[in-house]
């Protein structure tokens, strides 16, 4: 198979392939390799690769009755635990640490027929709206290499967009699928709360926050995949609801005419960038055609101020629990972590255990206010981001910040940062571009990133969708209709 047949199928397409004995898997395999070899020095969207391991899946007999079977694929190097590989988190902290079982979502892939080969990029511990960790170098966008795939699945993204494979393992705890799907031209849904097992090694990811998935060219990719991974395994906190049909069959289904409320200015971004508006008008417009009934919105229809510091109050919390964790069990010191991820731990030291209750007690104010609107509405439509994919390095601190900031860790004086405006430089460079994904973290509800416009340069640009709780099944009928009337698999971005 050639690099141009290999790059028009989806996931599913190369496994009917497989199934029909037209391809074998080897020579799939083969062919994401050699793509990987041709584009991976210009993206760096994949930083490790498993070769023995994929040889072994690859020459298993076929089997129809796995979904994905055969086909290549690419997992993030970020709580997806291989057996026998390290899971680095993006960090030299991790670098060397061996994970000792395979985490849940990752069996459930194999399972599925898939033939993992290789780990993506991703930012420290997925802190990040981009990409760009030390330990690996950035990953970089197919479609300008001089800007950010997104984050924190930015690998997988990249890998994505640059068709080393056609759908890749990612996660999102506060935008991270949507964000680098946005960003690459790509579908990105993720799921509400508890619908996949972060299991074995963990409960709950932010306490509910986060959640696995995919990253895809295809809707049926990501439909299949939910069905592959929704349901609870033996240590799961609780028992999810899953619909009692497939996802897949949602796929193709007319989702009825649907009550969709747009709003793009916030507290954080109140003027977000032409191309943002743009974006949101090319999918109006659309949506507008398909017969939905559209209505602008004069307010959010929930507090993005309060929400956006209850969920840094609690994301910071986490990094700090992360870096004492490590730090306890490998015996590593501050050198083993970056800056930023010091300067976000020594803000969670310095959260009073009141204030992070009561961040955490707030989410269900945030969900009782999107509860509201979702009563008068089916879907809110937004921008998923703010600006266009800015470029790399535009969010490093400057020089004289960071000599400040080191400064005053060595001290352990982490509250005065939050006195000399490091905390809102954070918020502004790192969330002020991406305002709108955090709201479906925080509430547990499903939201999409839908890749419906470019910009006048070339950039994808996409537009997010939110749904109420168990509003799996609506997003992924409206993604089916839309891909359907705006087609975006076969756009390619100007790579070799």
Known sequence: MDLDEY???DGLGLAELVARREVPAGELLAAARERMAQVNPQVNAVVRTMDADADEHARRAPDAGRPFDGVPFLIKDLHQDYAGHP??????????????????????????????????NTPEFG????TEPELFGPARNPWDLGRTPGGSSGGAAAAVAAGIVPVAGASDGGGSIRIPAACCGLFGLKVGRGLIPAGPVTGEQLHGSATDGVISRSVRDTAVMLDVLAGAEPSTPYLPYV?????????????????????????????PSAAARAAVATATKLLDSLGHEIVE???????????????????????????ASIKASTGCANAAFEQDTLVMAGLGRGTSAVDYIAALERRHDHVRRLAAFHQAYDLLLTPTLATPPPLIGAFDLPPAVRTAASGILKVGAAGILKRVGVVDKMITDNLGWVPYTQLANVTGRPAMSVPLHWTDEGLPLGVQLVAALGGEPTLLRLASQLEQAAPWADRRPPLG
Not at 127 to 130: D, L, N, R, V
Not at 300 to 316: H, I, N, Q
């Open 7 to 9: 790059q028009r199928y």
């Open 87 to 120: 899971t680095s988190g993006g960090s030299r902290s991790l670098a060397k640490v061996v994970a000792g079982e395979h985490a849940t979502v990752v069996q459930r892939w194999i399972d599925a027929g898939l033939v993992i080969f290789g780990k993506t």
């Open 127 to 130: 802190a990040k709206g981009i």
């Open 243 to 271: 619909p009692g049909t497939s996802f897949a069959d949602e796929v193709g289904k007319e989702p009825g005419r649907l009550r969709i409320g747009v709003y793009v200015p916030t507290t954080i971004n109140p003027t």
């Open 297 to 323: 919105l004069s307010s959010a229809p929930y507090d993005d101020e309060v929400l956006t510091r209850d969920f840094l109050t609690t994301w910071f919390a986490s990094v700090a629990g992360q870096v």
